[in-house]
């Protein structure tokens, strides 16, 4: 099975090029939501989140995400504690659910691929990129947050400078129609690089 990797920034994009590439037919994986199911039924990942975070961690039950992301986004201690916990558990999930799908190659959608090394599973990289502004304003629509806690996030993400230099693939996603040409042409791509 061919892994094709999918990153970007916060707010560059991602999910609308994941949502392109699944209206093509292909199975796309998106990491963040498994790791949320993940953090929210594994009685194992449960207990190891209250014990970095607190009985906080868990509101009524529920995993507290605001109360996590403030710790993670602010300390790179704490986001490389949560990574430690939960990244392990979703490399072995991914696993299990690409060896079931049955198209040329598969999408793992996933904000820190590289920050977590896990660009080194797959066999192609595609980074979706836009202008700062626009993350931002994208961001500022889509959640309730603030101007200062994309920034933090961002600054914990590495760059579209340093992504690129370890992509096969860039997409510029600044406007639906010229990223869907992109997405195309890359689709294409992929279709002979896996028929070769």
Known sequence: MVIVGLTGG???GKTTVAKQFES???PVYIADEEAKKIMQKSKVVKRKLIKLFGENAYVSGKLNKPYIAKIIFNNSVYLDKIN???HPKITTHFKKWAEKQKSPYVIKEAAILFENGGYKWCDYVI???AKKA???ERLLKRDTTTKDNIEAIMKNQWTDKERIKKSHFVITNN???HT???VLKIH??????TES
């Open 134 to 136: 626009l993350r931002i």
């Open 24 to 26: 093509l037919g292909i």
């Open 127 to 129: 980074t979706v990129t």
């Open 10 to 12: 916060i707010g560059s």
């Open 84 to 86: 430690k916990i939960v």
């Open 180 to 182: 869907k040409t992109q």
């Open 175 to 177: 406007t639906i129609a």
């Open 188 to 193: 294409d791509e992929l279709l002979k690089l």
